[in-house]
């Protein structure tokens, strides 16, 4: 079975800092990874995706994820910080079919001026 | 057009009454998610329909109930629910299989049970 984890369930930055989230998944079969972003009584707005090919991808708003099989990983990163980026970060990993979504639990980011 | 649109975007029902939740969606996709969430939380995954066929049921009570007219349209009915289903519901499309390429979410209905 398909699992995620995020490390931290808050993380604060000042503005103009780096942003670092963490996301270790656990899979079956090859993952396929995304990173949503979801603001105050909104949907969630997909950031970034890995499906094959390339594992350095780069999403919207100037974030960037990187899979790394070997640590079963897929930060997020970008290199700084805008107040418009506090929101929460949800990372999710695919099920064995490629048909649904397994979720982490979020981490909120705080952005402080 | 990479929008997937919900309606109402706010609703308020009483326990005893009916409502739909709607959905519609114009990307081509032929899978097509309801999903609960609640403050704070990741969403939950309700119903998935794929190629117009309920293929997931993740054990919701008989108080919800999903259709889908076409592969454009998806349908929650709602009836005599309880204030704790009081939430968000995102409606969600995407391509099954190995055409999967991430999840499209609406903007959500807020749903409020008194």
């Known amino acids: 079975a398909q699992s995620v984890t995020q490390l931290g369930s808050h993380v604060s930055v000042s503005e103009g800092a780096l942003v670092l989230l963490r996301c270790n998944y656990s899979?079956?079969?090859?993952?396929?990874l995304f990173w949503y972003v979801q603001y105050p009584n909104q949907g969630l707005q997909l950031l970034l995706k890995?499906?094959?090919?390339?594992?350095l991808v780069k999403g919207i708003n100037g974030f960037e994820a990187e899979f790394k099989k070997s640590e079963t990983s897929f930060h997020l990163t970008k290199p700084s910080a805008h107040m418009s980026d506090a929101a929460e970060y949800f990372c999710?990993?695919?099920?064995?079919?490629?048909?649904?979504?397994?979720f982490g639990k979020g981490t909120m980011l705080l952005v402080s001026p | 057009d990479t929008e997937v649109t919900q309606t109402p975007k706010h609703l308020v029902m009483g326990m005893t009454n009916k409502k739909s939740l709607k959905c519609e969606q114009h990307?081509?996709?032929?899978?097509m998610y309801w999903y609960k969430q609640k403050a704070k939380k990741p969403p939950e995954l309700m119903f998935v329909?794929?190629?117009?066929?309920?293929?997931i049921n993740e054990s919701v009570p008989s108080r919800f109930s999903p259709e889908c007219p076409n592969s454009s349209l998806l349908n929650l009915h709602l009836h005599a629910l309880q204030p704790e289903d009081s939430a968000l519901y995102l409606c969600?499309?995407?391509?099954?299989?190995?055409?999967?390429?991430?999840?499209?979410f609406g903007p959500g209905t807020r749903l409020t049970v008194t």
């Open positions: 999710a990993v695919t099920n064995s079919g490629y048909s649904t979504l397994t």
């Open positions: 969600a499309s995407s391509q099954p299989g190995q055409g999967f390429s991430g999840q499209y």
């Open positions: 890995y499906t094959t090919g390339a594992t």
């Open positions: 899979s079956s079969v090859p993952p396929y």
């Open positions: 990307m081509g996709h032929r899978a």
């Open positions: 329909y794929s190629y117009e066929k309920l293929s």
